[in-house]
């Protein structure tokens, strides 16, 4: 028993040595053995780095350069299936990297080859390498000329390359390999024969993760593309699938200033094109992403901020968007959009939206010059319109237009090769509805205007006084207006005006004139002068005016106001260039003065700008009125009387004895003793 416990007390007392060993050491220190194992594992590891660099450095020497480049191109051959042909030098460094570069490689047809690059560098593993084997790492192109030629039957340059790679990632005995590819400073031009277009891409940047383990496929990066830098990604969830054209998912990003986007769903490419899945898009400016990327500018205002999120479904050459929200210029609406890139391009759908503000689209549409007084001599330019077809149906809540607030709208526009025709279906507008269509259409010599809308029971001095200016009708009422017109300006437009229109309304005013008044002080004094007339209002029951325009002059065919006390009844023309009237008419008190005697009634004119009118009473009617001088308006008619009323005139003036010309039959002409005309 004594000996069972002896190795106990051996193993307890050398527990105790140790530790009365390490109490004796001086802080901070290590034990002897402890720091000769440390120290020979400090040797060990610099023999084994020491015997790494000489191996490497040997085998700088052992292996052949030759045998490097046949194992790179072999591998570069299993991985991509593609056969790169090697027009210039190769070089083969292994120390203190391993790395093998080959100049002037091409691939694809050596007449026009699909890719060009100054020179492909292929980075090799460093192990593998200590031990004679040759492993890509990565590979890199520099500088490389990427041609992608699209043509008519769906085919390009490519697609034999992209066979041959189809065979390499679908072959089972393919080994894992490099997972990495890099394109530097490169260039890759795209053209499409059918639609005869062209477009370049600077500046490419990108590492394409290759599929090694998995079948997934990454692309990020960035480009120059009209002179603005995108950064962009891409993702395929089943490599081999797309390059057969099987459906595999997909996500793809690009960014700018131009724009921004984003794209997640699958995508197939046999039989024909199919993409579906959900897209995101915004941009600071519409207008200036759409000049990006190679559309003419659109021409009036507006067309800024920009959002869009939406189911997308792609098939061929047709885009369909569905459960659209879209926003621009502050304004949301919901809807469905498609878009057809076959020959033109086409965008059609159907919005709806609760509050429509107009005002940035017509901001630079002016009617007027800046003093308000004289028409637009701007040029007019529609080419924006030219490069899209459109065929958009609109409805709105409200819809704001400057100062104007229309009620529910509903309106469809469409576009044809530059024509453009806005359909208004039914808009509450200046408190009454509005229809019609505008047509605008551009040509060589300017503008085509046509224009047929119907005002039915609307307010008639907002209304005419935003579209025309015009702000002195009061009342309710309904317009008719059918105009066309050529010009290059507003001003222009107003020379070539033809059309017709017609005007009703009643229990209104005619602001800024008091007729009744004016009427019933010359029906009392006809000779009265001074007065200001020029305010107040002269109501009215009902109105008719019936217009026709000719080579912008408007000639009145009817213009008709009937009211409780005064009649009036118009002809005469307007220039619509000048903005002015030269009108004639009647004014008539519907009252008579007392019983048996007819309403007074008095010509007058109304000439000046249509803005500010003049209206003059006729003088020959107030003179022939008035009891005093109307039988010298008489005397003046016959030479005879009118000799003798100058003779009159010129004694009592003095002029007669002063200038001594009188006859001698006036001379003996004498005055009643009372000194009354006769």
């Known amino acids: 028993m004594k000996g069972s416990h002896s190795p106990s007390k051996v193993g307890g007392s050398g527990t105790n040595d140790i530790v009365r060993r390490l109490d004796a050491e001086p802080t901070g220190t290590l034990p002897l053995t402890a720091a000769t194992g440390l120290k020979r594992l400090g040797f060990m590891l610099l023999a084994v780095i020491a015997g790494g660099l000489v191996v490497l450095t040997t085998a700088g020497y052992l292996i052949s350069a030759d045998a490097v480049r046949q ?41 026009q080859p699909a890719l060009t690059a100054e020179r492909l560098t292929a980075r090799l593993r460093f192990f593998p390498l200590l031990i004679g084997r040759v492993e890509i790492a990565d590979v890199s192109l520099d500088h490389p000329s990427i041609a992608i030629e699209l043509q008519p039957n769906g085919q390009s340059n490519w697609s034999g390359l992209i066979d041959a790679l189809l065979r390499s990632q679908t072959d089972p005995h393919r080994l894992t390999a490099f997972s990495e590819m890099r394109i530097d400073g490169g260039t890759v031009v795209i053209h499409d024969e059918t639609r005869k277009l062209t477009e370049t891409l600077y500046g490419v940047e990108f590492s394409l993760a290759w599929p090694s383990i998995s079948k997934s496929f990454g692309a990020t990066g960035r480009f120059i593309w009209h002179d603005a830098p995108i950064d962009a990604s891409m993702t395929l969830a089943d490599f081999p699938a797309a390059l057969a054209g099987s459906r595999s998912g997909v996500k793809l990003r690009v960014s700018g200033a131009p724009m921004k986007a984003a794209f997640e769903g699958a995508v197939s490419f046999r039989p024909t094109v199919k993409i579906e899945g959900t897209l995101a898009a915004d941009a600071a400016s519409l207008r200036n992403a759409l000049v990006w990327a190679g559309q003419k500018p659109l021409p009036g205002g507006g067309f800024g901020r920009f959002a869009i999120k939406a189911r997308t479904n792609v098939v061929g050459g047709t885009i ?44 630079t549409v002016r009617l007027l010059a800046a003093n308000e007084r004289a028409w637009n001599n701007g040029i007019i330019t529609l080419d924006g319109l030219a ?292």
Not at 81 to 95: I, N, Q
Not at 326 to 351: M, Y
Request: aromatic share 4%.
């Open 387 to 678: 490069g899209l077809d459109l065929d958009l149906r609109l409805s709105a809540g409200n819809v704001v237009v400057s100062n104007a607030k229309v009620g529910r709208t509903a309106i469809a526009a469409n576009l044809r090769a530059g024509h453009l025709v806005v359909t208004i279906g039914e808009a509450q507008a200046y408190g009454g509805v509005v229809k019609g269509s505008l047509a605008l259409a551009n040509f060589d010599r300017g503008v085509d205007v046509k224009s047929q809308l119907q005002f039915t029971d609307v307010d008639l001095e907002s209304c005419l006084g935003q579209l025309f200016g015009l702000r002195r009708l009061e009342g309710k009422g309904s317009i008719a207006l059918a105009v066309e017109g050529t010009g290059d300006s507003v001003l222009a437009l107003t020379h070539t005006l033809n059309g017709t229109a017609t005007l009703t309304g009643s229990n209104g005013a005619l602001a800024g004139l008091n007729v009744e008044q004016l009427l019933r002080r010359l029906e009392r004094r006809p000779l009265s002068g001074g007065g200001e007339f020029r305010s107040g209002r002269t109501p009215y029951d009902k109105i008719t005016v019936a217009l026709k325009v000719n080579q912008g002059t408007v000639t009145v065919e009817d213009v008709k106001i009937e009211g409780a006390a005064v009649v009036l009844a118009l002809a005469g023309s307007a220039s619509i260039p000048a903005r002015e009237l030269d009108l004639k008419g009647t004014a008539a008190l519907v009252a008579p003065p007392k019983p048996g005697v007819a309403p007074f009634e008095l010509p007058f004119i109304v000439q000046g700008s249509w803005d500010d009118p003049i209206m003059l009473p006729d003088p020959e009617a107030l003179i022939r009125r008035s009891g005093a001088a109307a039988p010298l308006l008489n005397a003046v008619r016959e030479r005879r009387d009118r000799d003798s009323v100058r003779s009159a005139i010129d004694r009592l003036t003095g002029r007669a004895q002063g200038t001594g010309t009188a006859p001698a039959a006036d001379q003996s002409t004498t005055q009643p003793a009372t000194g009354k005309p006769e």
């Open 320 to 363: 369909s968007l569905s459960s659209v929200n879209v926003e621009l210029d502050g304004n949301s609406a919901e809807g469905v959009l498609t878009f057809a890139a076959d020959g033109r391009q086409t965008l059609q759908g159907t919005l709806a939206a609760d509050t429509l503000d107009l005002t940035s689209y017509v901001s």
């Open 71 to 111: 194992q790179v191109m072999s591998e570069i051959r299993a991985v991509t299936g593609l056969d790169p042909v090697l027009r210039g030098k190769a070089s083969v460094s292994l120390f203190p990297t391993g790395s093998v570069s080959f100049a002037d490689v091409v691939l694809g047809d050596s007449k």
